[in-house]
């Protein structure tokens, strides 16, 4: 239901912008976490449509740009990217926002397929 794309191959402190749109629903809140290899699930950055609010992890604030202006859409802008962004990267989406736990990707009940990026030195 969630269609991911933008994703490559890029060199450290290049950009890269990623998209997510929904086709037959509207949501609360859509996001984006990524997942490397070997490691969990890990929360980048979410959009609460209803208030216009964004919120990001520590690890990307300042480089990375959540926006979307429609409840089924949402891009991602990535400046400065490093070797460590390296992951697939998987946008979310919820009908209601939960304000505790925006964080967790149990609060998401919709999920894209993923897109890989890769940040070589």
């Known amino acids: 239901q969630l269609q991911a794309s933008g994703g490559g191959l890029v060199q450290a402190g290049d950009s890269l912008r990623l998209s997510c749109a929904a086709s037959?629903?509207?949501?609360?809140?859509m996001g984006w976490f990524r997942q490397a290899p070997g490691k969990e699930r890990e929360f980048i950055a979410t959009?609460?449509?209803?208030?216009?609010?964004t919120y990001y992890a520590d690890s990307v604030k300042g480089r990375f740009t959540i926006s979307g202006n429609r409840k089924n859409m949402v891009e991602l802008q990535m400046n400065g990217l490093k070797p460590e962004d390296t992951a697939a990267y998987y946008c979310?989406?919820?009908?209601?926002?939960?304000?505790?736990?925006?964080?967790?990707?149990?609060?998401?009940?919709?999920w894209g397929q993923g897109t890989q990026v890769t940040v070589s030195s």
């Open positions: 037959g629903h509207t949501f609360s809140t």
């Open positions: 959009i609460r449509f209803s208030m216009g609010r």
């Open positions: 979310a989406a919820a009908d209601s926002w939960n304000v505790a736990y925006h964080y967790r990707p149990s609060s998401y009940s919709y």
